[in-house]
């Protein structure tokens, strides 16, 4: 488990995600809130082939 400050576009038309969240086997583990305001973890599957390190930072990705 690696954890990574993420930045998630191309999530919904006009939705871009920013945050902390984890690095499993290739999957982005991340908190989210539903509209009814329960706790769960979102997860974005396969995302390691779409990080790109941010130049100049450890331990930061940008998913496109």
Request: hydrophobic residues 40%; positive net charge; aromatic residues 8%.
């Amino acid at each position: 488990m690696q954890k990574v400050v993420y930045s998630v576009s191309k999530v919904n038309k006009d939705e871009k995600l920013k945050g902390v969240g984890y690095l499993i086997d290739g999957n982005l583990l991340i908190p989210a809130t539903s509209n009814k305001g329960n706790a769960y973890i979102r997860v974005f599957e396969d995302v390691a082939k779409k990080c790109r390190k941010v130049v100049d930072a450890d331990n930061e990705f940008n998913v496109t």
